[in-house]
């Protein structure tokens, strides 16, 4: 079955400290899509990366870099050098089909709270 | 591109009535995802419906219902309103199936409070 864990519920950090968030999934399919998005106060979900099952690699965009690794099914989430606009609820999805067609679940997601 | 449109953004309701909300997505997407996001139960997946057709649907009661029109457009229904589905309902859209390769952008939400 289908399980997407971020054990981190809130982390506070000051600014331009480096934050990282944990994400810990669970499936039983090959083919599998990943996810990170924010969601700021306004409630709007904000998508940020998708990583399909087949591709490693990390990627950094900015200031946001993932780190995905299928040997521990882990895409971890690092924000470097982090600001007040960064604070937000992160969640992390994780999306494969099936018979009964793709279904998404999401994380509990952390919330961050950058301090000035 | 406008992004995915919710409407409305608001509303009241007590307990025992219905409620439809709205979601237009973005253009050229086909999939339309609803979820409820609750503070106790997360982000939970509601339904999807791609070409007018309902392809998927989440662990809720018959009380809740959608459908989706030939220009994607889609609403959600839901009756006999109870406590508990106050809620801030996100609509998400996608050019396939969501799920899929396919990325969904959300809305900002309905919030709906059943008092």
């Known amino acids: 079955a289908q399980k997407v864990t971020q054990a981190q519920t809130e982390i506070s950090v000051v600014e331009k400290e480096d934050v990282t968030l944990d994400c810990v999934y669970e499936?039983?399919?090959?083919?599998?899509?990943l996810f990170w998005y924010k969601q700021p106060p306004s409630g709007e979900l904000v998508f940020l990366i998708r990583r399909n099952s087949f591709d490693e690699q990390n990627e950094i965009s900015g200031r946001y870099s993932w780190n995905f690794q299928k040997s521990t099914s882990s895409f971890n989430f690092t924000i470097t050098a982090s600001q007040v606009v960064d604070s937000a609820v992160y969640f992390c999805a994780l999306s494969e089909g099936g018979t009964g067609g793709f279904k998404t679940i999401f994380g509990a997601g952390t919330r961050l709270f950058v301090k000035a | 591109k406008a992004g995915v449109t919710q409407t409305p953004r608001y509303l009241i309701k007590t307990r025992g009535q219905q409620v439809t909300l709205s979601c237009s997505p973005i253009s050229g997407h086909r999939s339309v995802s609803w979820y409820q996001q609750t503070p106790g139960q997360g982000l939970q997946f509601l339904f999807e419906?791609?070409?007018?057709?309902?392809?998927n649907k989440g662990n809720f009661p018959g009380r809740f219902s959608g459908r989706q029109f030939s220009n994607s457009r889609s609403e959600m229904n839901v009756s006999t309103l109870e406590l508990g589905d106050s809620a801030l309902y996100l609509c998400a859209s996608s050019i396939g199936l969501a799920g899929s390769s396919d990325t969904q952008y959300f809305g900002p939400g309905t919030r709906l409070t059943v008092l």
């Open positions: 419906y791609f070409s007018e057709t309902q392809r």
């Open positions: 499936t039983r399919d090959t083919t599998y899509y």
